[in-house]
């Protein structure tokens, strides 16, 4: 007699840093039934369905305080506690795993009302509100960082980094006609894009071509201004799926300072430019960019800071010293840790089969 396969709910929504680490470890628990969780015409709207079945609520945050808006979200709020509550009960869902974002809370409040376990992974060195107001709630709250235990003092956590696709831990071929002598500078905006880092680039780029340098630029598709620059030494677009092989082809990456794009950077050991995004909640990318630059993985410069002129001497101070992006990958590879999607895959076992 066959035994009933694990129900597994995945509650990641709106970027690719909370969608990426979960489809990681749902790839890690092949033998378990995955349903989804998510919101209409967000990200998972692309990337998932392919894969899992895909349930929305209609669910938005509290960014913009209390306002003529606050009773609608919620009522909202209240109503998507009550959905999910019922997919959990019809799907006999047996544990949940969440990458945080306001995606979670009624994840987490429906599985404390039906009795389901929780694991919880915060993958930002400063954890946002949602993620600490729910963590007493979660079975086990996994860490991207492990000094962000200090924020859950009242809970179970454990350090597991944050899990990369598993494309990003072989060797990948890169489709892009990039001559194998030039120097590669590799340009990250995030799954939302970075117009203020956008513009500096295509003013400081000229210097770099004739440098002999060749720039990828993932743009986002919020830049008005995205087809400006043209170049032959120039690639311009709004996202790239092989950013595996891209980033182990990449001399130098600009990026802003998401905890999922600063893993992929360890994990192909690949010398950053980080500018964190100046309006993060909480300020977290800030601090996640502080711990690579403390280790020495990165050079990190504030928006407000940097001008055209301080970036297009940097980019090239560093594409003209091999030793020094030596270093950085070096220290960049002492903050990888290639197994996080294993080690989370394991946690959600080990959760799943406790009584």
Request: hydrophobic share 45%.
């Given at each position: 007699?066959s035994?009933?396969?694990?129900?597994?709910?995945?509650a990641?929504?709106?970027t690719?840093?909370?969608?990426?680490?979960?489809?990681?470890v749902?790839?890690?628990?092949?033998?378990?039934?995955i349903?989804?969780?998510g919101v209409?015409?967000r990200?998972?709207?692309?990337?998932?369905?392919?894969?899992?079945?895909?349930?929305?609520?209609?669910?938005?945050?509290?960014?913009?305080g209390?306002g003529?808006?606050?009773?609608r979200i919620l009522?909202?709020?209240?109503?998507?506690?009550?959905?999910?509550?019922?997919?959990?009960?019809e799907?006999?869902i047996?544990?949940?795993?969440?990458t945080?974002?306001?995606?979670?809370?009624?994840?987490?409040?429906?599985?404390?009302?039906?009795?389901?376990?929780?694991?919880?992974?915060?993958?930002?060195?400063i954890?946002?509100?949602?993620?600490?107001w729910?963590?007493?709630?979660?079975?086990?709250?996994?860490?991207?960082?492990?000094?962000?235990?200090r924020?859950?003092?009242?809970?179970?956590?454990?350090?597991v980094?944050?899990?990369?696709r598993a494309?990003?831990?072989?060797s990948q071929?890169?489709?892009?006609?990039?001559p194998?002598?030039?120097?590669l500078i590799?340009?990250i905006?995030?799954?939302?894009?970075?117009?203020?880092?956008?513009?500096l680039?295509?003013?400081?780029?000229?210097?770099w071509f004739?440098?002999?340098?060749?720039?990828?630029?993932?743009?986002?598709?919020?830049?008005?201004?995205?087809?400006?620059?043209?170049?032959?030494?120039?690639?311009?677009m709004?996202?790239?799926?092989?950013?595996?092989?891209?980033?182990?082809?990449a001399?130098?990456?600009?990026?802003r300072?998401?905890?999922?794009?600063?893993?992929e950077l360890?994990?192909t050991?690949?010398?950053?430019?980080?500018i964190?995004?100046?309006h993060?909640?909480?300020?977290?990318?800030?601090?996640?960019a502080?711990a690579?630059?403390?280790?020495g993985?990165?050079?990190?410069?504030?928006?407000?800071?940097l001008?055209?002129q301080?970036?297009?001497?940097?980019v090239?101070?560093?594409?003209n010293?091999?030793?020094?992006r030596?270093?950085?990958?070096?220290?960049?590879?002492k903050?990888?840790?290639t197994?996080?999607?294993?080690?989370?895959?394991?946690?959600v076992?080990?959760?799943?089969?406790?009584?």
């Amino acid at each position: 007699m066959s035994q009933t396969p694990t129900r597994l709910l995945i509650a990641a929504s709106g970027t690719g840093g909370h969608i990426f680490p979960a489809l990681a470890v749902a790839k890690q628990l092949q033998n378990y039934r995955i349903e989804w969780l998510g919101v209409p015409n967000r990200l998972e709207k692309t990337l998932v369905p392919h894969h899992y079945s895909l349930h929305t609520i209609n669910i938005e945050g509290f960014q913009q305080g209390l306002g003529i808006n606050t009773l609608r979200i919620l009522q909202r709020f209240a109503g998507s506690i009550v959905q999910v509550r019922r997919l959990i009960r019809e799907q006999k869902i047996d544990v949940i795993f969440t990458t945080g974002g306001y995606i979670a809370a009624p994840a987490v409040l429906a599985a404390r009302l039906q009795g389901v376990p929780v694991v919880l992974h915060e993958s930002n060195a400063i954890p946002g509100k949602v993620t600490r107001w729910l963590a007493p709630w979660c079975t086990t709250v996994a860490l991207g960082f492990s000094s962000t235990s200090r924020f859950f003092p009242r809970s179970s956590t454990v350090w597991v980094s944050t899990p990369v696709r598993a494309e990003f831990r072989t060797s990948q071929t890169l489709d892009l006609p990039i001559p194998a002598s030039a120097p590669l500078i590799v340009v990250i905006g995030g799954s939302q894009g970075a117009v203020a880092v956008n513009q500096l680039v295509r003013q400081c780029a000229p210097a770099w071509f004739e440098a002999g340098a060749v720039v990828v630029h993932l743009t986002g598709n919020r830049d008005s201004d995205a087809e400006s620059l043209q170049h032959p030494q120039y690639f311009a677009m709004p996202f790239y799926d092989n950013m595996a092989g891209l980033l182990q082809r990449a001399d130098l990456a600009i990026s802003r300072a998401g905890s999922g794009t600063l893993t992929e950077l360890a994990v192909t050991q690949t010398p950053a430019i980080l500018i964190p995004l100046p309006h993060a909640a909480e300020n977290h990318q800030a601090m996640n960019a502080a711990a690579f630059g403390e280790a020495g993985a990165a050079w990190v410069y504030s928006q407000a800071s940097l001008t055209p002129q301080l970036l297009e001497g940097a980019v090239g101070e560093l594409v003209n010293s091999p030793q020094e992006r030596q270093r950085m990958a070096e220290k960049a590879a002492k903050l990888a840790v290639t197994d996080s999607a294993e080690r989370l895959a394991a946690l959600v076992r080990q959760v799943a089969d406790e009584p």
